[in-house]
């Protein structure tokens, strides 16, 4: 069949629209008909799936979030749901899918593969970058970008005040968005749940630094650690002697303009991603590594709890 459809499941990312506009533009150059499945697993069920056209992705490159929306389908976990789900995508004939997600994501389409033979490629589409045999996912580098701008400006009203300011990023248990944004905005304190931590041990060193002449310090955290960002920021109060406040990211680093190295990157993986199913790969997640692009299995990539690479840890001892 010349069909191929493209979902998104779970939490969106910048970097999802030019990924779908990549996918109708590359469908139609390998003489595939491209089609939308609207809200994720949820769009699979309820029949929310359309034919796709150049119209429909004009202008969206430079979108946050994603067109075809997105969600969490507990439905899809159900074997009747999954098989509402292949009726409807027989139905017009598809028979391939591209699914940009994460582990939830992929561990849901490999039950549907080994029941029904619908063949997918997945890519990876987070923005805690903490998916297994992958050292990028699609979104990572616009969070990034959108922590850095927030932490800038934060710094300007950290020095005018002489304050602490205690920023927590996105990340679940794990610290890359806090660790990299703490190392590349020149932050004083980074704490991850990877590491731990003992808080005393830097009030000696923090409070020799304001006797010196420091007028402020940004202190990044990830959500994921054994402390609130409250917490944090009382210490510093109380232990260091420095006035502090708490910003809490949020949401707003899911989001924003697509940075240009996320519109490549989601160019490169939907390339792939179709290649693959062109080709030999019926099940597969796409992933970035150090030899480049490579296929892996479901399993390969499920089936072991990311770990944050050894040698950013090494970055840690900075603080």
């Not at 003489?31 to 699979?44: C, I, K, Q, R, S």
């Not at 999954?82 to 027989?90: F, H, Q, Y």
């Not at 849901?108 to 990876?124: L, R, T």
């Not at 932490?151 to 020095?159: E, F, K, P």
């Amino acid at each position: 069949m010349k069909n191929i459809a493209i979902l998104c499941s779970g939490g969106d990312v910048s970097g999802m629209n030019p990924a779908i506009k990549q996918f109708v533009d590359y469908a139609y150059k390998n003489a595939l008909t491209p089609y939308f499945v609207y809200d994720g697993f949820e769009g699979l069920i309820d029949n929310k799936i359309t034919k796709a056209t150049h119209k429909e992705v004009a202008g969206i490159i430079n979108r946050g979030g994603t067109i075809l929306g997105s969600s969490r389908s507990k439905r899809f976990m159900d074997k009747s749901y999954r098989e509402v789900a292949k009726k409807n995508l027989d139905a017009l004939g598809i028979d391939k899918l591209v699914i940009l997600g994460g582990d939830g994501s992929f561990k849901g389409m490999d039950v549907f593969y080994k029941e029904h033979g619908i063949k997918f490629c997945a890519i990876p589409s987070t923005i805690d970058n903490d998916i297994n045999g992958t050292q990028y996912c699609l979104g990572v580098d616009t969070a990034l970008n959108v922590i850095k701008d927030s932490v800038d400006n934060i710094r300007d009203t950290a020095s005018s005040f002489s304050r602490a300011f205690v920023i927590e990023t996105m990340g679940r248990d794990c610290g890359y968005l806090a660790l990299i944004s703490a190392l590349t905005c020149g932050a004083e304190l980074c704490l991850i749940p990877e590491v731990d931590y003992d808080l005393s041990s830097y009030e000696e060193s923090f409070g020799a630094q304001i006797k010196s002449g420091r007028r402020y310090f940004i202190v990044i955290v990830s959500e994921g650690i054994k402390n609130s960002a409250q917490e944090i920021s009382q210490w510093l109060e109380q232990k260091v002697g420095i006035e502090s406040r708490v910003t809490v990211l949020g949401h707003t680093q899911r989001g924003g303009n697509p940075t240009t190295y996320d519109r490549l990157m989601a160019y490169k993986f939907v390339n792939y991603a179709i290649d693959g199913l062109l080709g030999a790969k019926e099940s597969s997640v796409i992933c970035y590594t150090k030899k480049g692009f490579e296929y892996k299995s479901i399993d390969e990539v499920t089936g072991t709890k990311y770990k944050l690479d050894a040698e950013l840890i090494k970055y840690l001892d900075k603080f």
